[in-house]
């Protein structure tokens, strides 16, 4: 479903993808954590061509995404994207939000896009908001409305940048609570986060990150209880401590 | 010795009217091309075309940096020269349209790059193309943000419209130098010039004002 081959990335000269092979199979949900700037985000953001390649090979979804005359604003659409901003669109109610891509990307006729956006935020415990403007809705809130936009694509791949970290403690939960749900339902997923506890019971593989390369990928048991190289010790040592 | 210039002048009101209504013409149209033009040139100066912006923001710097009054002889006096010429009137809608497509460009311009960088990158990721993303996700959040420039703007183009007298254009600045001839009463004439053009302004900076606040409540929603 995604397959990065010798992917690398600079920004000017820093160097921040450093020869990414990393293959994910529809189905499977993969957590990538590693300490900030390590490129885990930059990895994720190439998937849709939010940032662009220079070097390697990436497909996803069958379609060449290194290639630029690859279209992708079609390929965009099978990919749901969740920011650690939300960034939702402040002048639209959260309906309109979710409904705004269906209606004018895939062509659904507004009723059917509506019908269907309400039952995605009915799915995300939101009915109740569904006229409610962003700055409205709490944190959380506003994250599951985010993910219920991504949703409402009907997405093959759905991607997670650090969706929990500027939500305050309390609300982390409730937005978890809507990713695990998603990942049993057979979601393809990649979620970049520090939530080891999520990555442990959902995840089928976690990897690592680390100065622009992909240090070790495993599944959680394996992950958490005999990681193999010293880094990836050491970055679990400090965030597992409290 | 007043009463009498008042009653000269009231004789003359349906000239000032007539003054008034060139007025209107020079810079209503102006104003609508300027519009038009200037949310194209400001849309395309925050795009990434790099020869389209620098065009753009080259001849927006020449425009700001020279007299209006300078550009429309320009326009008027040395285009003829090279074999273009042009009545009064089309050359003063030309030259304002072109002064209010520059001021406006810089506002929509200002306007767009005020919206978030997160709200483009959802518009992206979502699979909206670009036309769909400054439609719906851009322009709509930008607006508010430019309104209250955008209608202040048009208060000063109608003020500058009064250069457009100098090339001959009989607006109300025009028959205030005209009638001031026949009525030596300068503080009545050009008392009443400065009257009309405050009634086509004022209820334009009200507006101006309301907006400012009405966008301002919204935007803290």
Not at chain 2, 125 to 145: E, T
Request: hydrophobic share 50%; net charge positive; proline share 5%.
């Amino acid at each position: 479903m995604i397959e990065f081959r010798d992917v690398h990335k600079w920004f000017g000269d820093l160097h921040v993808l450093k020869g990414i092979n990393l293959h994910v199979a529809p189905g499977e949900v993969l957590v990538v954590c590693g300490p900030s700037g390590s490129g885990k985000s930059t990895l994720i953001r190439t998937i849709n061509r939010l940032e662009t390649i220079q070097k390697g090979e990436l497909i996803v979804d069958g379609m060449k995404v290194h290639d630029p005359r690859t279209p992708m604003t079609k390929l965009r659409a099978e990919i749901g994207f969740v920011f650690q901003q939300f960034n939702l669109y402040p002048h639209m109610t959260a309906l309109e939000n979710v409904t705004l891509a269906p209606i004018k990307v895939r062509r659904i006729p507004r009723r059917e896009a509506e019908e269907q956006g309400k039952e995605v935020l009915a799915k995300v415990g939101l009915a109740d908001k569904l006229y409610q403007y962003p700055a409205q809705l709490s944190g959380g809130q506003q994250q599951r409305v985010a993910i219920a936009r991504g949703l409402c694509m009907r997405p093959k791949i759905m991607l997670f940048d650090e969706p929990t970290s500027a939500l305050d403690p309390e609300m982390i939960n409730e937005v978890l609570e809507v990713m695990r749900a998603l990942a049993h339902e057979g979601m393809t997923m990649i979620v970049v986060t520090h939530e080891m506890g999520f990555a442990r019971e959902v995840a089928h593989r976690v990897a690592f990150m680390d100065y622009g390369e992909l240090i070790e990928i495993a599944p959680p048991e394996e992950f958490f209880a005999r990681p193999r190289s010293e880094r990836t010790r050491h970055f679990l040592s400090k965030i597992l401590t409290h | 010795m007043w009463g009498v210039y008042l009653e000269q002048l009231l004789q003359s009101l349906p000239f000032f009217l007539q003054g008034l209504w060139m007025t209107i013409a020079v810079s209503g149209l102006s104003l609508m091309a300027g519009t038009a033009v200037g949310f194209l040139w400001g849309i395309l100066r925050s795009s990434r075309r790099r020869v389209a912006k620098a065009l753009i923001g080259a001849w927006v710097d020449v425009i700001r940096g020279t007299p209006f009054l300078v550009q429309i002889f320009v326009l008027f006096f040395i285009l003829p020269e090279f074999g273009v010429h042009l009545e009064a009137f089309p050359a003063a809608v030309l030259a304002l349209s072109n002064l209010a497509a520059c001021f406006i460009c810089e506002i929509v311009s200002a306007g767009i790059e005020s919206v978030p960088h997160g709200q483009r990158e959802a518009a992206v990721a979502s699979g909206l193309n670009g036309y769909q993303q400054l439609r719906h996700v851009i322009l709509p959040q930008a607006l508010r943000v430019m309104l209250p420039p955008l209608v202040g703007q048009y208060v000063l183009l109608i003020k500058d419209s009064s250069v457009v007298s100098a090339i001959g254009v009989v607006d109300v600045t025009r028959v205030g130098w005209l009638t001031v001839q026949r009525i030596p009463q300068g503080i009545l004439v050009f008392g009443l010039v400065g009257l009309l053009y405050f009634a086509i302004c004022y209820p334009l900076i009200q507006l101006s004002n309301a907006l400012e606040k009405r966008l301002g409540r919204s935007a803290r929603r």
